[in-house]
């Protein structure tokens, strides 16, 4: 119990009979250092092989341990005669005769149950890790996997809220009943554990910095500069990761940063995102998104050595990791595949096999799941699966549409008559419009499989949303009515778009922009027509988005993380001018009320009103907590909720199912089942 393992192991009974009988169990000390040494001395003497060497009661047991009596310098002879006594306990005729028949024994035992029943099988164990609902996506900002797992299986970290506004990395044992918050990772995104398992290295922004697990002070590694895409730490010693859609190298205690591998526009790279080091300490996994579009992500293996990259025929967009001779990956629709791979050859030995599992995707690429190699899985399973509905000021949600659905985004229209939302569907998602009065839905895409993000025209004839549809993640528009088909807004073959919004008079939109460059996250706006020459509100090396123009067309607000952690700011549209901090302790999702008078926002435990003036200067008066933010956040970043024309309630979606992480220990023999059709 104090070593946190039995005192002999083997794979047959046989094996832990024969260790029982003839082998001296390790020193506690080699187990847990922190063990006294009158401790490990009075546990020696307890597991001693012959009867009469060990105590005579357990009051003389209970004394030895409480240290009562004892000298080091009484010990030390015993201690150094240790294995000649061993070796001499081993040969004693007692010991071999009992070693015998304990032997023959067991394996008679053993056959026996063999034939009546046949041998049991290993069986892989479920449990779950409840979370805050309202942190059932992740951050407030796009980053990486926010779940990861120990090397052993043993240990899980997650990200969630704090309690202060923040987020913190969370560490759960196998043998703990609850998570507890690691101290000193204030505002952290992306664990991930050292390949020994002893550190936990993680992010707040470009800043990347290790701890070790048992709790200590931080330690800094490195600035990447952006907040990286995929993250893990190599046997070797070097941590890779996937900055400005470059694989970076960086060494774990320290040093200049450089760069692995870049896209090769000859190969129709775009982005080199999600790397996995594998086991062998020299070849990393990552997932190449070609300029056709995330649909067509596929695997490919990079060596450390030598930097030569292998591209893999498999379609996949997030590789978890090789565990029982497979490689493990999550496709676009968050479904988890393997595939028989040969890591010396760098090569897949067999097809494809869907393994029965989906896990959480965020930004269509994002798999909220990680893998041991020793078998251990972690995810949060499933789409986020909510109902539509209404919440008052007091905090009384009211079910507005029936069905549970992957909905995302909703959005009234300026009469408040009608919704905008965006609904999954297997692997796809779409743009439909629900008719309040009516009890009607209209589906508007059906090309493309990802259309999502939607806002309104300030008219009500029109709604624009982001879709895959093209070369390049693009903004496209079409009458709510499906008078005439849709028609671009907002597209290039250079630049992905990923958010956006118009201004109240409909000339200009304001959008967050991805350009594959350092920079990954800024908030722009161009005119719609006559100049439309893309202009900045907010670039700069940090990440900016979520970005909302006030009713008068005046002011734009934003997420910037700026400080460490998302919040919520405010500065003239278009600008230049003051940058007004609103939220106060972490924010994100802004949404203006319909008279400009306040900015509601959710700081991941509840929702917020600040109340602000605009003149003479722009000022946050006040802020009021409105009440528990039960609701799910977005798969990717963009306001998750709207508020009423009257400003009264919230339009919501709220999860159906309890927020939890599911912990499937030694996975592998359910694995192997499926991959050889036994399951």
Do not use: C
Not at 463 to 473: F, H, I, K, M, Q
Not at 482 to 501: I, K, M, N, Q, R
């Amino acid at each position: 119990m104090i070593a946190g393992e039995a005192p002999h192991s083997g794979t047959t009974a046989q094996a832990i009979i024969a260790k029982l009988m003839t082998a001296e169990p390790l020193p506690l000390s080699t187990l847990r250092s922190s063990s006294p040494v009158h401790v490990e001395i009075a546990v020696q003497k307890a597991l001693a092989k012959l009867p009469a060497d060990r105590y005579s009661s357990a009051r003389e047991f209970a004394d030895a341990l409480e240290g009562k009596g004892f000298t080091l310098a009484a010990h030390t002879t015993a201690a150094h005669a240790g294995p000649a006594a061993a070796g001499s306990v081993a040969r004693h005729p007692l010991v071999i005769g009992l070693a015998a028949i304990a032997v023959i024994a067991t394996g008679v035992a053993a056959y026996q149950w063999s034939i009546a029943y046949g041998a049991p099988e290993r069986t892989s164990v479920r449990f779950y890790v409840p979370l805050a609902t309202s942190m059932v996506t992740g951050g407030v900002l796009a980053a990486g996997t926010n779940i990861a797992v120990s090397p052993d299986g043993n240990t899980i970290a997650f990200v969630a809220p704090d309690g202060a506004g923040s987020s913190s990395v969370f560490i759960r044992t196998l043998a703990d009943a609850e998570s507890r918050p690691l101290a000193g990772t204030d505002g952290a995104q992306e664990p991930f554990f050292s390949y020994d398992g002893q550190w936990i290295g993680f992010f707040v922004g470009g800043s990347l910095s290790k701890i070790p697990i048992g709790g200590g002070t931080p330690i800094p590694v490195a600035e990447v500069g952006s907040f990286p895409v995929g993250v893990s730490w190599s046997a070797t010693g070097v941590i890779v990761t996937s900055v400005a859609n470059n694989l970076i190298a960086v060494p774990d205690n320290g040093g200049p940063v450089r760069v692995l591998a870049m896209p090769d526009s000859a190969e129709g790279d775009q982005y080199f995102q999600s790397p996995i080091a594998l086991p062998d300490g020299e070849t990393v996994v990552f997932a190449a998104q070609p300029t056709g579009g995330v649909p067509r992500t596929r695997l490919a293996v990079l060596s450390l050595k030598t930097g030569k990259i292998t591209r893999l025929d498999v379609l996949g967009v997030a590789p978890l990791g090789i565990a029982g001779g497979y490689l493990i990956y999550a496709t676009l629709t968050g479904a988890l595949f393997a595939v028989p791979f040969d890591v010396a050859k760098q090569r897949t030995t067999g097809e494809p096999v869907a393994l029965g599992v989906n896990v959480v995707m965020r930004s269509g690429v994002i798999a909220e799941a990680a893998l041991s190699p020793s078998g251990t899985m972690v995810l949060q399973s499933g789409s986020v699966t909510g109902q539509v509905g209404t919440v008052d000021m007091s905090g009384a949600f009211k079910p507005l549409l029936a069905d549970a659905k992957p909905y995302g985004y909703p959005r009234y229209s300026p009469d408040g008559m009608r919704i905008a939302i965006s609904i999954g569907a297997g692997s796809r998602s779409d743009a439909w419009v629900y008719d309040i009065a009516a009890g009607t839905s209209t589906r508007l895409t059906t090309e493309g499989t990802t259309n999502e993000r939607i806002e309104w025209h300030p008219d009500g004839t029109r709604v624009l949303y982001r879709t895959d549809r093209g070369a390049r993640s693009a903004f496209w528009w079409q009458p709510a009515d499906l008078s005439t088909p849709a028609a671009p807004l907002l597209a290039s073959l250079s630049d992905d778009f990923f958010e956006g919004v118009l201004t109240p008079d409909g000339k200009s939109i304001v959008y967050q922009l991805d350009n594959a460059g350092t920079n990954q996250a800024d908030v722009m706006y161009r005119a719609l027509e006559g100049d439309t020459t893309s202009k900045p509100i907010a670039a700069s090396n940090f990440v900016e988005g979520q970005p909302r123009v006030s009713p008068d067309g005046k002011w734009v607000a934003f997420v910037t993380d700026a400080s460490g952690i998302g919040q919520v700011v405010v500065q003239p549209f278009p600008g230049p001018g003051p940058r007004v901090q609103v939220s106060a302790s972490g924010g994100s999702e802004p949404v203006w009320s319909r008279d400009g008078r306040k900015i509601f926002y959710r700081d991941g435990r509840r929702f917020i009103a600040a109340t602000i003036t605009t003149s003479p200067s722009f000022t946050v008066t006040g802020r009021t907590l409105l009440f528990a933010d039960e609701y799910v956040f977005a798969l990717s970043p963009h306001a998750n909720y709207d508020v009423s024309r009257d400003g009264t309630h919230f339009l919501v979606v709220k999860n159906t199912d309890a927020a939890k992480l599911t912990v499937i220990y030694d996975w592998l023999p359910e694995l192997r089942a499926r991959m050889t059709g036994r399951q």
